[in-house]
């Protein structure tokens, strides 16, 4: 494999969330006053910290979300997650495989630890991933697309940003990881090509990712 760590994002690329996710989140904008469709919130805030959300809608609005508004929305999502959440399909047996070749991973998401931790319970994937390779938005400044939490990623696993490759599926993902000197593979199954226009490659089937890390 051409590469010494395979950084996953989670929501989209682990875990199948972002549709529970955000039909939650326009919901609870809307209810707020703040219409917004499924197809927009997938094209404002896939991929982003929650803090995204508070600032796009004072921007175009003027006007600050209700305090308590994480907590609230993150309780709805957690509730979802115990209902619906799967694991992205053929994602096990990707893990698998770098087991096998003993090639390091690691996961880099926008979402909160405790997000990470119970879409990962839910769906069985606790099991392939330990503590000390779970990265949060959380652990830095700055989420995507800023570079950092990509950067700490790689300075916490021991690796040089140039042998790391990202596996992304939103637009702020995949600037993050060219922000960080990183290469970075587009997974189309809810996103284009266009949208991820910069990677190094794309798929729409988690099978298919060993052939591009080859």
């Known amino acids: 494999m051409r590469y010494d760590l395979v950084i996953f994002d989670n929501d989209g690329v682990l875990v199948d969330s972002e549709p529970i996710s955000n039909t939650i989140l326009a919901g609870y904008l809307t209810e707020l006053g703040h219409p917004t469709t499924y197809e927009e919130s997938l094209r404002d805030y896939m ?4 803090h995204r ?13 209700p305090e308590g508004f994480d907590e609230a929305l993150h309780a709805r999502v957690f ?8 694991p992205v399909a053929g994602v096990a047996e990707v893990l698998g495989e770098l087991v096998a070749e003993g090639v390091p991973y690691c996961v880099a998401s926008s979402g909160t630890h405790e997000r990470i931790r119970v879409g990962h319970w839910r769906t069985g994937l606790d099991e392939w991933f330990e503590e000390e390779w779970v990265f ?4 830095v400044g700055r989420g995507k697309p800023a570079p950092d939490l990509f950067l700490l990623a790689a300075e916490r696993m021991g690796v040089a940003p140039e042998r790391c490759v990202v596996i992304e599926d ?7 990881a060219r922000a960080a000197g990183m290469d ?11 949208a991820l226009a910069g990677a190094q490659g794309y798929f729409s089937k988690m099978a298919d990712l060993g052939q591009l890390l080859a």
């Open 170 to 176: 939103s637009p702020l993902g995949v600037a993050a």
């Open 53 to 65: 959300v508070h600032d796009l809608v004072l921007e175009r609005t003027g006007q600050q979300l």
């Open 47 to 50: 991929g982003a910290a929650v």
């Open 184 to 194: 970075v593979y587009g997974f189309t199954a809810m996103s284009t090509e266009e």
């Open 79 to 86: 509730a979802a997650f115990e209902r619906e959440l799967e």
């Open 136 to 139: 949060s938005a959380e652990d």
